[in-house]
């Protein structure tokens, strides 16, 4: 059975930066697109940055500038690298996976709270 696994969630105060990681416990998870999605209370589960397995990249217009998504294949990890962060980044933070298709994986999520 295939696993992500997210940490780096936590409190920070308005302005802070926090990153992220997701750990994937197998290496075919390399070669194929990974995400991280956000879900706010009593909100929908909605996009934040997609990398594919080549590098490239594309982030929701609420975090460009603030937000970098990479990747180390070598590691099967991906990372989300979040500055600047405002009270609305406020939510669980979800790593996903387009392996296995069609329906991919998902992560435990991990909190992220901002609050002075």
């Known amino acids: 059975q295939v696993q992500l696994v997210e940490s780096g969630g936590g409190l920070v105060q308005p302005g802070g930066s926090l990153r992220l990681s997701c750990a994937a416990s197998t290496s075919i998870f390399s070669i194929y697109a990974m995400s991280w999605y956000l879900q706010a209370p009593g909100k929908q589960r909605e996009l934040v940055a997609r990398?594919?397995?080549?590098?490239?990249?594309n982030y929701a217009d609420s975090v460009k500038g603030r937000v970098t998504i990479s990747r180390d294949n070598a590691e099967n990890t991906v990372y989300l690298q979040m500055n600047a962060l405002k009270p609305e980044d406020t939510a669980v933070y979800y790593c996903?996976?387009?392996?296995?298709?069609?329906?991919?994986?998902w992560g435990q999520g991990t909190q992220v709270t901002v609050s002075s």
């Open positions: 996903y996976s387009d392996y296995p298709p069609p329906f991919g994986s």
């Open positions: 990398i594919t397995s080549g590098g490239n990249t």
